[in-house]
């Protein structure tokens, strides 16, 4: 009854949704737009990313998304045609399946960059860290 389970939970203190002094992040906005500038390469390669980039307003969230997006495309392109020429005219076993891993890693890396975007974080892909090659300013002008 009614009675017994009101003196069962008594002077038990109701749950709080996050400890005291802990800050709430807030997320930046254009989250999804910035997640779709990652995604959106599976079906228009670098003119998804470059569509974002520019309905995005400068400086936004969305903006230095989409410009990290279409900046690791360009750079996964020109490394995939340098790989096919180098398959071309030396042992082509040995880069077909240096090939097939870096597609792995291409595949990988994009649905990472648009998951970590959809959140929120500011995160930097690794292969932009290694290669800098800013087509687009990531910075979000």
Not at 21 to 34: C, D, F, I, K, N
Not at 46 to 73: D, H, M, T
């Amino acid at each position: 009854n009614r009675r017994e389970l009101t003196g069962a939970f008594y002077g038990i203190a109701p749950a709080r949704p996050f400890p005291p002094g802990l800050p709430l992040t807030a997320r930046p906005r254009g989250t999804g737009l910035a997640a779709v500038a990652h995604f959106s390469v599976f079906f228009t390669w670098i003119f998804g990313p470059l569509l974002c980039w520019a309905v995005a307003g400068p400086g936004s969230y969305a903006r230095r998304e989409a410009a990290k997006a279409f900046n690791f495309q360009v750079i996964s392109t020109v490394l995939l045609v340098l790989a096919g020429v180098l398959g071309g005219l030396v042992l082509p076993t040995v880069v077909d399946t240096m090939l097939g891993l870096g597609c792995v890693a291409w595949l990988v890396l994009t649905v990472v960059g648009g998951a970590r975007a959809a959140s929120g974080a500011n995160w930097t892909n690794p292969g932009s860290r290694v290669i800098r090659w800013e087509v687009l300013d990531a910075s979000g002008r």
